[in-house]
């Protein structure tokens, strides 16, 4: 609800009660709750799309990364192989080549684990198969103005 996350455990007339990830209990007043978008990640289906944004060098090919993020998302515990977890090039941004990794996961509850394991598994893949995770790098250069004469400045 309104980018609250958890999970729903009291509903009574005066108000809902959740129970977050962090592990705190959310007493909502159900007037609260009449204008605010609940989202259901359990209903109609328990099926979960997790989307993980990931960028490599412009130097990788994107057809292999694209392969390399496949092959890491199907070896990731919780990770469904139906559907395929699907992969889509999205930006060319200033140090690295966007990527989208959509995982589908049957377990909403456990996508905080999933989603840790899948990104520390990308980097061992990165190392194994010489791709590169860049980081923003900005060179500032310094030019100290040159002396000028006074005189010629007048003329």
Request: proline share 7%; charged share 25%.
């Amino acid at each position: 609800m309104d980018g609250i996350k958890g999970k729903v455990t009291e509903i009574n007339w005066r108000s809902v009660h959740l129970l977050t990830r962090e592990i705190e209990m959310l007493v909502i007043p159900n007037a609260a709750l009449a204008g605010a978008t609940i989202r259901n990640y359990r209903r109609p289906q328990k099926l979960h799309i997790e989307p993980v944004g990931v960028g490599f060098s412009y130097n990788d090919p994107p057809n292999k990364v694209k392969r390399v993020m496949k092959e890491t998302a199907l070896s990731t515990k919780g990770v469904l192989d139906k559907p395929e977890p699907i992969i889509q090039t999205i930006s060319y941004d200033d140090s690295s080549i966007g990527y989208i990794v959509k995982l589908f996961m049957s377990d909403y509850d456990k996508v905080p684990m999933v989603r840790d394991e899948f990104m520390t598994r990308v980097w061992y893949a990165a190392e194994r198969n010489g791709l590169n995770i860049p980081f923003p790098i900005r060179a500032l250069y310094h030019n100290r103005p040159t002396k000028t004469n006074s005189a010629e400045i007048i003329a």
